[in-house]
T-cell receptor
């Protein structure tokens, strides 16, 4: 079936270091969304990418959608303790009914 | 501005008991869905609805029923609880479907003994 692989599963960084998580889909996606879930919390929408090769920035976060619309990445510059949580990607294969979720990358930040 | 409201926050059931997890949204969203989240398994779709009166199965529907009699409410029923249904359950809604951002409720932590 359709899958989205997300790596790494865990990442432990020192505050101030950069962080990147990657998602790779087995199928071409019409769009991809990114969510953040704080420990004990619920997923919160961060951004949606739609266009091939799209790059979007939110302060220290940079999101990219691959040219083939099968991969995406989230890069955080100079991590802070407030960045702690699990980051999920979720792709839409085009039916507007179901998202294909990655398993998430859990980020821990040492102060 | 409540968003997506789930009740209860915590629940403990004995094997074989039934219960209903409540989900309500006040954003006039057409699309609503139920997920379960287990360690290492990510978010798995149980059931979803694209509008009042319309429901469909997700990835892991067995043991769960849903109905959508109004736009606002999307309850999830556990017919006969099993320990394998111990999980955190999230309700999520969006304006038109998964092309729109999902808004999640705070979750229900369910333990079945």
């Amino acid at each position: 079936g359709q899958q989205v692989m997300q790596i790494p599963q865990y990442q432990h960084v020192q505050e101030g270091e950069d962080f990147t998580t990657y998602c790779n889909s087995s199928t071409t996606l019409s769009n991809i969304q990114w969510y953040k879930q704080r420990p004990g919390g619920h997923p919160v929408f961060l951004i949606q990418l739609v266009k091939s090769g799209e790059v979007k920035k939110q302060k220290r976060l940079t999101f990219q959608f691959g040219e083939a619309k099968k991969n995406s990445s989230l890069h955080i510059t100079a991590t802070q303790t407030t960045d702690v949580g699990t980051y999920f990607c979720a792709g839409n294969a085009g039916n507007n009914r179901k998202l294909i979720w990655g398993l998430g990358t859990s980020l821990a930040v040492n102060p | 501005n409540a968003g997506v409201t789930q009740t209860p926050k915590f629940q403990v059931l004995k094997t074989g008991q039934s219960m209903t997890l409540q989900c309500a949204q006040d954003m006039n969203h057409e699309y609503m869905s139920w997920y379960r989240q287990d360690p290492g398994m990510g978010l798995r779709l149980i059931h979803y609805s694209v509008g009042a009166g319309i429901t469909d199965q997700g990835e892991v529907p067995n043991g769960y029923n849903v109905s959508r009699s109004t736009t606002e409410d999307f309850p999830l029923r556990l017919l006969s609880a099993a320990p394998s249904q111990t999980s955190v359950y999230f309700c999520a809604s969006s304006r038109t479907g998964v092309n729109s951002p999902l808004h999640f409720g705070n979750g229900t932590r369910l333990t079945v003994t």
